[in-house]
């Protein structure tokens, strides 16, 4: 066992059943919602113009990333330290840097999850793909998000503390993989990797 490992074991103990519970909860329903939206997405896709495959495509992109459990309502240690404590006594705090310095670990990836949210918004021309390759590839992004989604929330009442960060992390890297990067901007993809990079010190 690392020295990192031990410690991230010490910090996920000491998270109490209420906060683990109130950060699943905010985690199912974000995941619930991609679902109804995915569902929704699939339905609208077979009219969508071959000309407004690209706006589709940013408007798929955006509409995930909102639902990824990246706010502090889903994160145990936020709201078990954060509030009226101020932080003190997180172990995230003490094993990544308070998330709100400039250099700790979840700022410097939700800088790079902002950075691409903001340049998949201003795409507004993608490279020349073809409308079948494109309509196929958007295809496969919402049926390999839903069921990625259905096995988080499959995965999610029996996981401790420890497994709920790790689960995110997981979730978080694959859900960003999976969206059809080669239908937007060299810049695009480029933010993508760095997003996630930048969640390998996420947790």
């Known amino acids: 066992m690392t020295d990192l490992t031990k410690r991230l074991e010490e910090a996920a103990s000491a998270i109490d059943a209420g906060p683990l519970a109130e950060a699943k909860s905010a985690i199912i329903e974000g995941c619930e919602e991609w679902l109804r939206l995915a569902h929704l997405l699939s339905d609208r896709l077979e009219a969508v113009a071959p000309e407004d ?59 790079a999850f902002q950075a691409l949210g903001k340049e998949i918004y201003q795409d507004l021309e993608g490279p020349e793909v073809d409308p079948l ?23 999610l009442p029996s996981a401790s503390a420890l497994d709920l960060m790790a689960l995110k992390s997981l979730y978080l890297d694959e859900m960003i993989y999976i969206i059809p990067w080669r239908l937007f901007s060299s810049r695009v993809e480029e933010r993508a990797r760095e997003v996630r990079e930048r969640l390998k010190m996420y947790w």
């Open 53 to 111: 495959l690209h706006k589709f495509a940013r408007a798929l992109a955006l509409t995930m990333l909102g639902q990824l459990p990246t706010r502090p309502g889903t994160c145990p240690f936020c709201i078990q330290y954060g509030k009226d404590r101020s932080c003190g006594g997180c172990g995230y705090a003490l094993t990544h840097g308070r998330c709100d310095s400039d250099d700790s670990a979840f700022s410097l990836f939700i800088e």
């Open 133 to 155: 390759e494109a309509r196929k590839a958007l295809t496969q992004t919402l049926c390999a998000s839903s069921h990625r989604t259905k096995k988080m929330l499959s995965d």
